[in-house]
């Protein structure tokens, strides 16, 4: 039987389906689970340089506010930079080399389609790798827009012929972010894949869960000691850093006008044509097909069943399917 539309079938016969493909694109199959959990970036760039059917992996540098910033571009065989890209956004406190990013890279190259990762700098010079909670905190949600703004219109000056953009959780939300507010523009398609919501209620009840004190008094406290452009929260809960020290004005943008961070309240402006990946078993991200609109001509729904939120092990493959189909249409 086949799967309803707009859902990615799980168990044997999507195995089936994917050694399939694997033999038709001389892709290399998916191992075991626990060989995919060890998956790291370099094993990644190890085999797009040595499998056939991939092609080079570069890191590249933008400056960008005073700041480096940092990506990793892969380009599929035979391929180069104006056959077009799309730009990827980490999640919260990560980077373009983390575990996703890498995987869905190597599945977009194998492919046909060329990526770039981008790392955020959160405030940063040169960042890379995980965000160190001991840093202070001091990023901004604009900021954030901005640079991924920058990056898309790196890739333009490049030659890219058509530029499409995706983020994962917390990135998807920051890319909506950026499209509703035309910080970015002129992007051809959108992929949201497992991206953040923000219900004041759920964000209120979710923090003084993990970290044992109400978030009304720190907002509060927040707001009295903004004035002062030097200080810090500390020790703080924030994010997913538990005694964190924190930019009084950092943690109102991240905690205070929620529906900036809200995937599905931020759809309704954006004009792009989009696609969201929900994960069918995400453990992080819950309820957002209850509260994503209707598809439409220019919104597309996909759940990935059985996924978790970091598309682990063979969910991977299903999620750089999804992807470039839509890319490439």
Same mark, same amino acid.
């Given at each position: 039987?086949?799967?309803?539309?707009?859902?990615?079938?799980?168990?044997?016969?999507?195995?089936?389906?994917?050694?399939?493909?694997?033999?038709?694109?001389?892709?290399?199959?998916?191992?075991?689970?626990?060989?995919?959990?060890?998956?790291?970036?370099?094993?990644?760039?190890?085999?797009?340089?040595?499998?056939?059917?991939?092609?080079?992996?570069?890191?590249?540098?933008?400056?960008?506010?005073?700041?480096?910033?940092?990506?990793?571009?892969?380009?599929?065989?035979?391929?180069?930079?104006?056959?077009?890209?799309?730009?990827?956004?980490?999640?919260?406190?990560?980077?373009?080399?983390?575990?996703?990013?890498?995987?869905?890279?190597?599945?977009?190259?194998?492919?046909?389609?060329?990526?770039?990762?981008?790392?955020?700098?959160?405030?940063?010079?040169?960042?890379?790798?995980?965000?160190?909670?001991?840093?202070?905190?001091?990023?901004?949600?604009?900021?954030?827009?901005?640079?991924?703004?920058?990056?898309?219109?790196?890739?333009?000056?490049?030659?890219?012929?058509?530029?499409?953009?995706?983020?994962?959780?917390?990135?998807?939300?920051?890319?909506?972010?950026?499209?509703?507010?035309? @910080? *970015?523009? +002129?992007?051809?398609?959108?992929? $949201?894949?497992?991206?953040?919501?923000?219900?004041?209620?759920? =964000? %209120? #009840?979710?923090?003084?869960?993990?970290?044992?004190?109400?978030?009304?008094?720190?907002?509060?406290?927040?707001?009295?000691?903004?004035?002062?452009?030097?200080?810090?929260?500390?020790?703080?809960?924030?994010?997913?850093?538990?005694?964190?020290?924190?930019?009084?004005?950092?943690?109102?943008?991240?905690?205070?006008?929620?529906?900036?961070?809200?995937?599905?309240?931020?759809?309704?402006?954006?004009?792009?044509?989009?696609?969201?990946?929900?994960?069918?078993?995400?453990?992080?991200?819950?309820?957002?097909?209850?509260?994503?609109?209707?598809?439409?001509?220019?919104?597309?729904?996909? @759940? *990935?069943? +059985?996924?978790?939120?970091?598309? $682990?092990?063979?969910?991977?493959?299903?999620?750089?399917?999804? =992807? %470039? #189909?839509?890319?490439?249409?």
């Amino acid at each position: 039987m086949a799967p309803p539309p707009g859902r990615v079938p799980r168990g044997p016969a999507r195995r089936r389906a994917r050694r399939e493909r694997g033999q038709r694109t001389g892709a290399v199959p998916c191992g075991r689970a626990e060989t995919m959990r060890a998956l790291s970036w370099l094993t990644v760039l190890a085999a797009m340089l040595t499998t056939p059917g991939y092609a080079r992996a570069e890191a590249v540098q933008l400056q960008h506010d005073g700041r480096t910033l940092n990506a990793d571009l892969t380009l599929p065989a035979g391929g180069d930079i104006s056959g077009g890209l799309v730009v990827l956004v980490h999640g919260t406190l990560m980077h373009g080399r983390m575990e996703i990013m890498a995987a869905l890279q190597k599945g977009l190259a194998e492919r046909g389609v060329g990526s770039l990762a981008i790392t955020l700098s959160l405030g940063l010079n040169d960042r890379r790798g995980p965000y160190d909670c001991a840093t202070p905190h001091r990023h901004m949600l604009d900021d954030t827009a901005r640079e991924i703004g920058a990056w898309t219109q790196w890739a333009k000056e490049r030659g890219a012929a058509r530029v499409d953009l995706a983020g994962h959780s917390r990135g998807g939300a920051q890319v909506a972010y950026a499209l509703a507010n035309h @910080t *970015v523009s +002129g992007v051809r398609r959108v992929v $949201l894949i497992a991206p953040a919501v923000s219900e004041p209620g759920e =964000v %209120a #009840t979710g923090y003084e869960k993990t970290y044992g004190i109400p978030l009304a008094a720190l907002l509060a406290g927040a707001i009295t000691r903004s004035a002062a452009p030097d200080t810090l929260l500390r020790p703080i809960g924030f994010l997913t850093c538990r005694d964190a020290a924190v930019a009084p004005r950092t943690f109102l943008d991240n905690y205070t006008g929620l529906s900036r961070h809200d995937t599905p309240t931020l759809l309704a402006r954006i004009g792009d044509p989009t696609l969201v990946v929900i994960a069918g078993n995400d453990e992080v991200v819950r309820g957002l097909d209850r509260r994503l609109p209707p598809a439409s001509d220019r919104l597309r729904i996909v @759940t *990935v069943d +059985g996924a978790d939120h970091q598309f $682990l092990d063979l969910y991977g493959e299903d999620l750089a399917e999804a =992807v %470039a #189909t839509f890319i490439k249409e």
